[in-house]
T-cell receptor
Framework: DAKTTQPNSMESNEEEPVHLPCNHS???????IHWYRQLPSQGPEYVIH???SNVNNRMASLAIAEDRKSSTLILHRATLRDAAVYYC?????????????FGTGTRLQVTL | DGGITQSPKYLFRKEGQNVTLSCEQN?????MYWYRQDPGQGLRLIYY???????QKGDIAEGYSVSREKKESFPLTVTSAQKNPTAFYLC?????????????FGEGSRLTVL
């Protein structure tokens, strides 16, 4: 199964942009890139996903490298509420297995 | 409001006892999933179901069992064969199994074995 690699932790100041990287060098052509975030003792929350093109929604932007071997989640203006663990995962488009394994993610700390 | 409901939120069990965690969704989703999370770790897939009356093992299915008799329900039984069952259990669903579909998660059930 294709796996992802993320830094263990990152820090940001409030109101500053945050770029969270994710490497997925073994990604296949049919894998979607998904991002979720999790607050302590809560279930993960969907953030954004994409296949090849960059994506924007009200929460964040997703920049996907041209070779698709890496991606970056962009929070345009971090707030204290954005402090969470962010997971980058891959999901097979065909869904024959649709296995979704979450790694340890990136713990984002946001300070005043 | 539509969503996923897990119960109980907290559960204590003695060693050797089976326990069943409930997961109900009113989103009309075909696919449902069970994950386990240990402190400081990511989520590991236990079982998943892509449609009613069908389910497959995930990465760590040993010591667990599931059923999918109704579209909206996907209960997880933690059996006495599970050697280290204390963990945070998360249920999720998606419209279908396709890779472009987002996952919706419940609030989790925290199981502690005494």
């Amino acid at each position: 199964d294709a796996k992802t690699t993320q830094p263990n932790s990152m820090e940001s100041n409030e109101e500053e942009p945050v770029h969270l990287p994710c490497n997925h060098s073994t990604i296949s052509g049919t894998d979607y890139i998904h991002w979720y975030r999790q607050l302590p003792s809560q279930g993960p929350e969907y953030v954004i996903h994409g296949l090849t093109s960059n994506v924007n929604n009200r929460m964040a932007s997703l920049a996907i490298a041209e070779d698709r071997k890496s991606s970056t989640l962009i929070l345009h203006r971090a707030t204290l509420r954005d402090a969470a663990v962010y997971y980058c995962i891959l999901r097979d488009v065909g869904g024959t297995a649709s296995k979704l394994t979450f790694g340890t993610g990136t713990r984002l700390q946001v300070t005043l | 409001d539509g969503g996923i409901t897990q119960s109980p939120k907290y559960l204590f069990r003695k060693e050797g006892q089976n326990v069943t965690l409930s997961c109900e969704q009113n989103l009309n989703h075909d696919a449902m999933y069970w994950y386990r999370q240990d402190p400081g770790q990511g989520l590991r897939l236990i079982y998943y179901s892509q449609i009613v009356n069908d389910f497959q093992k995930g990465d760590i299915a040993e010591g667990y069992s599931v059923s999918r008799e109704k579209k909206e329900s996907f209960p997880l039984t933690v059996t006495s064969a599970q050697k280290n069952p204390t963990a945070f259990y998360l249920c999720a669903s998606s419209i279908d199994r396709a890779g472009g579909r987002e996952l919706f998660f419940g609030e989790g059930s925290r199981l502690t074995v005494l």
